[in-house]
């Protein structure tokens, strides 16, 4: 099974600030099978990023993915109040597919 | 709208037997593969079981295999899961969600608790 590394574990920024996370691959990833998910608390995942950068609809444009083979990140160009939530990558071009430990996005 | 709402889920004994169901509207259900995707308390996401387009095609995670079976009635709009001999550490919220065919996991239902205890 591909082993997905998210870091950092928790990550204390300011609304308005940049914030840069990060999904590590065991193995090489086909980049159109890696994906980003928000969870907010009490709520089930919502897609925020397919196919490693391209956003799913509704999704606001300060969210954007990139990378490639086994680095991938999200970055969140400003932070809004209803972006502080947990964040997970997932690979789901090889079986089975799986999912990162989270990040935990906290308010400063 | 599309939506998935699950149901089903229940406090059970160790050893004990559950199904899920998962309705869904708002797209054709038999062009999609489904999946079920489980999360423990405070815990992250866990892929469990997919089921392909015709129910014919199915695969599970090694710690459900040969205790859960994943199907679906495509004239009801209608996904299970019907879990067997359950387990203290089954108990989570489960989901069901839809494969979007390469653009991710979308949507996700709003889950149902499965709390395995005695």
């Known amino acids: 099974d591909i082993v997905l590394t998210q870091s950092p574990g928790t990550l204390s920024l300011s609304p308005g600030e940049r914030a840069t996370l990060s999904c590590r691959a065991s193995?090489?990833?086909?980049?159109?099978?890696l994906a980003w998910y928000q969870q907010r608390p009490g709520q089930a995942p919502r897609l925020l990023i397919y196919?490693?950068?391209s956003r799913a609809t509704g999704i606001p444009d300060r969210f954007s993915g990139s990378g490639f083979g086994t680095d991938f990140t999200l970055t969140i160009s400003r932070l809004e109040p209803e972006d502080f939530a947990v964040y997970y990558c997932?690979?789901?071009?090889?079986?089975?597919?799986?999912f990162g430990q989270g990040t935990k996005l906290e308010i400063k | 709208e599309v939506q998935l709402v699950e149901s089903g889920g229940d406090l059970v004994q160790p050893g004990g037997s559950l199904r899920l169901s998962c309705e869904v509207s708002?797209?054709?259900?038999?062009?999609?593969?489904m999946h079920w995707v489980r999360q423990a308390p405070g815990k992250g996401l866990v892929w469990v079981s997919r089921?392909?387009?015709?129910?014919?095609?199915?695969s599970y995670a090694d710690s459900v295999r040969g205790r859960f079976t994943v199907s679906r009635d495509n004239a009801k709009n209608t996904l299970y899961l019907q879990m067997n001999s359950l387990r203290a550490e089954d108990t989570a919220v489960y989901y069901c969600?839809?494969?979007?065919?390469?653009?991710?996991?979308?949507?996700w239902g709003q889950g149902t608790l499965v709390t395995v205890s005695s």
């Open positions: 708002g797209f054709t259900f038999s062009s999609y593969w």
């Open positions: 193995q090489s990833v086909l980049s159109i099978y």
């Open positions: 196919g490693a950068s």
């Open positions: 997932q690979q789901y071009g090889n079986s089975p597919s799986t």
């Open positions: 089921i392909g387009r015709d129910g014919s095609s199915t």
């Open positions: 969600v839809r494969d979007s065919g390469g653009r991710g996991f979308d949507p």
